[in-house]
């Protein structure tokens, strides 16, 4: 297999991805004042414009204008980001005329979008915001792949029919081939609320979308941004932060940012100080963090990070693939995060020897909240019941076969 060749961004400390399954929910909007609540708050911050067919950062910012020059450092060209509300900002709408249609296939717009990471002077960056196009195309699978993306933030609008294109947004991200942890969900347009009556809300657009969408994937809701007098027409004249004059808007968007530095700051530590160091324990789990009795047919893998102390340090949830529980190659992949327990319920004796097979030692007849499970296991309480689950063993007796290949 061809190896994929990582971006290097030595002085950038933190990647976060702003994504959606689908335009029009003003994705674009809240990558922008993300990275403007970041600067606010002391950081220093980047913003790339990612959106390579439809680039939104040079009208929000104003400066359609202004071109990008490049400067030769330590013998490369290097593009110099522009800077403006004291974020560095690099799009491809600044390297071509805004009526310019860019005709490139998949390859073409891909390279293109490494260029903008990796020939461009960043200096030292504290967080640098990427706003995604739509959909899971090339560019998103690109990122992913090729730069160490540390979080992605989903966006959405409450109606019901965004959902469907959100969810292969999260699904994307979720990939075992990608793990990029999604941080959490963005509600945008949850209500209309007039600048005069900031007490008052009109559902525009329906509600419920980003809370039926966190509880199904078990992910965080962020914030509810409400939609605001004007924020429309100052985008447009590219002072997009003047909409903040409500208070609403403004105190949503300094939350989110602090949420995702908490978040990032926890995984970092985690993954740079204890990666070798610390213990992981998996568990199928139900949707409200049960273990599930059926291993074969789970909708979610909370992994435990265990501490020195033998304390739990962290967890991570992903979302199980569709279907039965030989997944194409989810023991490998847990083996690849360092997973040497699978506390399970119900587990067949095929899908067993793959997981041991893996280095994955598995406890059989656990059931409760997984994380009170993964304590009482810690504390020597939890042995393996012995028993197999013979359902699963007769109808998936070749599928264990699959369950790693890959």
């Not at 100052?234 to 105190?251: L, M």
Request: glycine share 10%; hydrophobic share 40%.
């Amino acid at each position: 297999m061809h190896k994929i060749e990582k971006v290097n961004l030595p002085n950038v400390k933190h990647i976060v991805a702003v994504a959606s399954g689908k335009g029009g929910v003003g994705k674009s909007t809240v990558a922008a004042n993300l990275a403007l609540a970041f600067t606010q708050n002391g950081y220093k911050t980047a913003l790339v414009d990612a959106d390579l067919f439809g680039p939104s950062m040079p009208t929000m910012f104003g400066i359609n204008s202004e071109p990008v020059y490049s400067k030769q450092i330590n013998g490369k060209d290097y593009f110099i980001p522009i800077e403006k509300f004291g974020i560095k900002l690099m799009s491809v709408g600044f390297l071509v005329k805004p009526e310019q249609a860019l005709i490139w296939r998949g390859p073409m717009a891909s390279s293109v979008l490494l260029q903008l990471f990796s020939d461009t002077f960043w200096e030292e960056i504290d967080y640098m915001v990427v706003d995604l196009p739509p959909g899971t195309g090339d560019i998103p699978l690109t990122l992913c792949q090729q730069v160490d993306v540390d979080g992605v933030v989903i966006v959405t609008t409450p109606q019901q029919m965004s959902l469907a294109d959100v969810r292969k947004a999260i699904s994307l991200f979720q990939n075992p081939d990608l793990k990029r942890p999604v941080l959490g969900i963005i509600e945008n347009m949850s209500w209309f609320t007039p600048l005069e009556h900031a007490e008052e809300k009109y559902f525009l657009f329906g509600k419920g979308g980003g809370e039926l969408l966190a509880k199904e994937y078990n992910l965080e809701l962020l914030s509810q941004i409400p939609l605001v007098n004007g924020m429309a027409e100052a985008a447009d004249r590219g002072s997009f932060y003047n909409y903040q004059q409500s208070k609403s808007v403004q105190d949503s968007f300094r939350d989110v940012t602090a949420k995702i530095i908490d978040k990032l700051n926890s995984n970092k530590l985690i993954s740079t100080n204890n990666s070798n160091k610390m213990k992981k324990i998996a568990a199928p789990v139900t949707k409200d963090n049960q273990i599930d009795e059926h291993f074969g047919h789970c909708e979610f893998y909370n992994i435990f990070s265990i501490s020195e102390k033998n304390e739990i340090a962290d967890v991570q949830t992903i979302k199980s693939e569709e279907g039965c529980g030989c997944k194409s190659n989810i023991a490998g992949w847990l083996k690849e995060q360092g997973v040497t327990v699978m506390l399970a319920g119900g587990i067949g004796g095929g899908a067993i020897d793959v997981l041991n097979g893996n280095g994955i030692e598995v406890v059989r007849g656990c059931s409760g909240d997984s994380k009170d499970v993964v304590k009482q296991y810690l504390a020597g309480l939890v042995t393996d019941s012995g028993e197999s689950c013979k359902e699963h063993e007769e109808h998936h007796q070749d599928g264990a076969e699959h369950l790693c290949k890959h």
